[in-house]
């Protein structure tokens, strides 16, 4: 299945910046960054039958991050995603999916993330925090890549952020399974792929 949570990465949690010490500068205020839909892809890719692979992506959602241009690291990122939205371009499929066999979307209408902490590593950054599919919380990590911010006129700024990320569906209750010929039907490994555009909010409200 293909996905792109730059942004699996998804909640509502705030880091406090710091505050100042007799060593350094004050924190600064985190900014605000909603995704811009309409530039933002959440998708995944399973595989099928072991020999291809099957993209999709989820069409609704809506996040924000909460950035320290001074340290990442004092960063948070909150995802919701509609699970109805999911769209592999086959509606037999895709109905399959949002049934009990899979996301049961009526029970369970949303997946969340919502970050922990952010990481500093040595070519990155990771995300941890609380990914929920179903009734099932984990924690995860999600490597990542910012760019920017910068201006885009109308007094906004915009960055984007890159990642991915592979699941287990058997930790999130997603059970489905078939062997035909003895080869699984559907891969147990799920790689979410994150590819987000966020901006601040227009001036004025506007």
């Known amino acids: 299945m ?13 880091f ?10 004050a924190a600064s205020d985190p900014e605000r960054f909603d995704f811009d ?15 291809a692979n099957v993209r999709g ?15 990442i690291t004092r960063s948070t990122v909150s995802v919701t995603i509609d699970a109805r939205s999911i769209d592999t371009a086959n509606e037999r499929r895709d109905d399959h999916l949002r049934s009990a066999d899979f996301f049961e979307v009526e029970k369970y209408p ?15 950054f990771v995300a941890v925090g609380d990914l929920t599919i179903r009734d099932v ?15 885009v006129g109308n007094g906004q700024r915009a960055i984007g952020v890159e990642g991915a990320l592979r699941v287990n569906r058997f930790d999130y209750g997603l059970q489905w399974n078939r062997i035909t010929e003895a080869v699984q039907v559907v ?18 409200g506007e």
């Open 57 to 71: 992506k989820f069409n609704r959602f809506s996040g924000h991050i909460l950035l320290d241009p001074a340290d």
């Open 110 to 124: 949303t997946l969340t993330f919502t970050s922990r902490r952010v990481e500093r590593t040595g070519d990155g």
């Open 16 to 25: 406090t910046p710091g505050t100042a010490s007799a060593q350094g500068p």
């Open 137 to 151: 919380t984990r924690e995860v990590r999600i490597p990542f890549e910012v760019s920017g911010p910068i201006s």
């Open 37 to 51: 839909v309409a530039h933002t892809n959440i998708d995944f890719v399973v595989r099928h039958l072991a020999v």
């Open 187 to 204: 891969g147990d490994e799920v790689r979410i792929e994150l590819n987000v555009s966020a901006r601040t909010p227009r001036q004025g």
């Open 2 to 14: 293909r996905m792109v949570f730059a942004t699996l990465l998804a909640a509502l949690l705030v």
